[in-house]
């Protein structure tokens, strides 16, 4: 299995642009979230998703939209980048038996520079 | 904004040292994870504490939660360079939230 894995990896885009970064996940779960982090602020949720076709917004979700189409994929979109969204993006996904004790799963992260 | 501050920020030893990172809230979490993150990947959990007052003990790192389920400490003991790393505490509500995060770096 290889787990959660993200696309691309590394991206430079000039403020204004757009683009779309990939989450896959094998593992079958059904919760979904995408984090920006940023040095000395941890992990803040941008969106996530409880189950195919949903979508809900986190703590950070201004500059974003997300789409889930199919349970294994979770797409994060900058419509007009800014320098403000530059940061590592992860995504993971988690399968709830018990919201105590949910285990999360992240993806390597994806390096956005907006210049 | 529920917010979780870790201390200290930064922590730079020589191999063999002990040493604490604190995670602290003003909010009562249902339970409480650490998370370790090396350069370039993404977090892993390393454990959940769930019941206030629980220790619990993974080889040289101890995790306890406080009685009142607003804090929770990472203890190490005999640090190895292996250890070095990004730790992160997080509290679970509906959703994760976590702390700001402390760097060690642990020099052979």
């Known amino acids: 299995n290889a787990g959660v894995t993200q696309t691309p990896k590394f991206r430079v885009l000039k403020t204004g642009q757009s683009m779309t970064l990939l989450c896959a996940q094998d593992?079958?779960?059904?919760?979904m979230y995408w984090y920006r982090q940023d040095p000395g602020m941890g992990l803040r949720l941008i969106h996530y998703s409880v189950g195919e076709g949903t979508t809900a917004k986190g703590e950070v979700p201004d500059g974003y939209n997300v789409s889930r189409l199919k349970k294994q994929n979770f797409l994060l979109g900058l419509e007009s980048a800014a320098p403000s969204q530059t940061s590592v993006y992860f995504c993971?996904?988690?399968?709830?038996?018990?919201?105590?004790?949910?285990?999360?799963?992240f993806g390597p992260g994806t390096r956005l520079l907006v210049l | 904004t529920q917010l979780l501050e870790q201390s200290p920020q930064f922590l730079s030893i020589q191999e063999g040292e002990n040493l604490t990172v604190y995670c602290n809230s003003s909010s009562v979490f249902s339970s409480l994870q650490w998370y370790r993150q090396e350069p370039g990947e993404g977090p892993v959990l390393l454990v959940t504490v769930v019941t206030g007052g629980e220790v619990k003990k993974l080889k040289r790192l101890t995790f306890q939660f406080g009685d009142a389920r607003k804090d929770s400490s990472l203890h190490i003991t005999a640090a190895q360079p292996g250890d070095t790393g990004l730790y992160l505490c997080a509290g679970v509500a509906n959703k994760l939230i976590f702390g700001t995060g402390t760097r060690l770096q642990v020099f052979p």
């Open positions: 993971a996904s988690s399968y709830v038996s018990s919201r105590t004790r949910e285990t999360q799963y």
């Open positions: 593992m079958n779960h059904e919760y």
